[in-house]
């Protein structure tokens, strides 16, 4: 049927396998020697390049039915391949990979598509080249990344001061192949995966949380362990439905399997603070990594938030559909300190606030903080979205069309493919 401004969310929900989950359980089962498996892999293209790389990186992945058998090699003992390693539009896969690489004697060329190629990859680069690492990037800061490893990593401490796990774990996938001991003191709590499923693996790592630092001290004088691993419901793709469903009264949808990790749910209480109804219903923690089931019977129209720069970091991926929410709330919402959004995919702060404004919303951007006017009238609509390919950004506006009077014209739907494949078929099976 339809998407648009008759539409409200209702149904039980799977979400897709988590991204982030997704890319880490194929690197780090890999790194493991024997067999893993591993269900419910998100099959979005992002996290088929990081499976096509670490094949050519000598890793054996079988599929049969819906699961994948993962037949992993030692650190260290990574294959040269035979020719350069292609990332798509994954920031994820590549920056990973390069921490993995970085350590193994191996010399190889990593690259991308054209939005790739303009994300910055210096800020992980930087940490890789002090283990002893030859690098070399384009105009010094972008893909593709030459890199020659080293089988003869010097165990470091490392600061990392931009609040990113990509970065973070990067360094710890180096630390896999590296003699001695490896510290990571971090600024500011990000995504914790990859350290939690080292603990799951049986590694040897140690994190420790204080209210102003994160540190985490690794050492490789433990195997990985082979692992069986359910990939738990991403919450960033469950945001557009999460969202959705508070956005309209008379919504009603449950959320299961969902990853309920606490650096990735920050969407979930800016959306309560807004007035949505979203209950927790179950609780258990699977793998060191905390899953939910979520109820949402939304019976109030939302009202405005602000989100402080602090809380950010824990839902910068969420910031495009909260705009949509907060766009429908009454009174002003301002999200505060966005500039990470500026080097994401796309600019998605430039992106939100222009396609805000084609839809009938008035909003503002000063000096990275984004002011939302909203009430709880339907927006004109009938813009042509521009989403210069980035998926967040075109299934943000998708999602608007539940609050304009007329639907808005997307043109080339094919980026969602990189996160959420089956996001439009999702969307018609739970609108009503």
Known sequence: ??????????????PPGD?????????????????????????????INTLKAMRLLGVRIKKKGKKYYIFGIPPGGLFQPNRSI????????????????SSNNIEVKL?????????????????????????????????PIKLKGTGNAVPLTFEVIIPSAQIKSAIMLSALNTNG???????????????????????????????????????NNK????????????????????????????????????????????????????????KVIRKRKIHNELIADLKIDQKKKLNSTILKANDVPLQVDEIPILSIAASFANGLTIFKGLKELTVKESNRLLLI?????????????????????????????????????DHRILMSFFIANMICKKNNLIKDKSCVKTSYPTFFKHISQFSG
């Open 353 to 389: 606030h222009e396609n805000l404004k084609k839809i009938g919303v008035r909003s503002e951007i000063k000096n990275y903080d984004l002011y939302i006017f909203g009430n709880n009238d339907l927006k004109k609509g009938g813009a042509i979205i521009k989403h210069n390919k």
């Open 86 to 101: 292609d990332f798509g539009n994954s920031g994820t896969g590549i920056r990973l990979i390069s921490g993995l690489i």
């Open 19 to 47: 991204k982030s989950i997704s890319h880490r359980i194929l690197i780090l089962s890999g790194q493991a020697i024997g067999k893993s498996e591993v269900s419910n892999l998100l099959e979005g293209e992002d996290v």
């Open 111 to 143: 690259f991308g598509d054209s939005s790739l190629s303009k994300r910055p990859m210096k800020r992980v680069t930087e940490h890789l080249s002090r283990i002893g690492a030859k690098i070399e990037l384009k105009k010094d800061l972008f893909a």
């Open 181 to 219: 001991i490896i510290k990571i003191k971090e600024l500011k709590t990000t995504r914790d995966h990859t350290e939690n499923m080292l603990k799951s693996m049986g590694y040897n790592i140690k994190v420790r949380e204080n209210s102003k630092y994160r540190f985490i001290k690794m050492e």
């Open 223 to 278: 195997e990985l362990k082979t692992i069986n691993y359910n990939t738990p419901g991403d919450p960033s793709s469950a945001a557009f439905f999460i969202s959705a469903a508070c956005l309209k009264p008379g919504s009603k949808l449950i959320v299961k399997n969902l990853l309920f990790n606490k650096t990735r749910i920050g969407f979930i209480k800016t959306l309560k603070n807004m007035g949505g109804n979203i």
């Open 1 to 14: 049927m339809p998407f648009n401004n008759t539409s409200y969310i209702k149904g039980t929900y799977f």
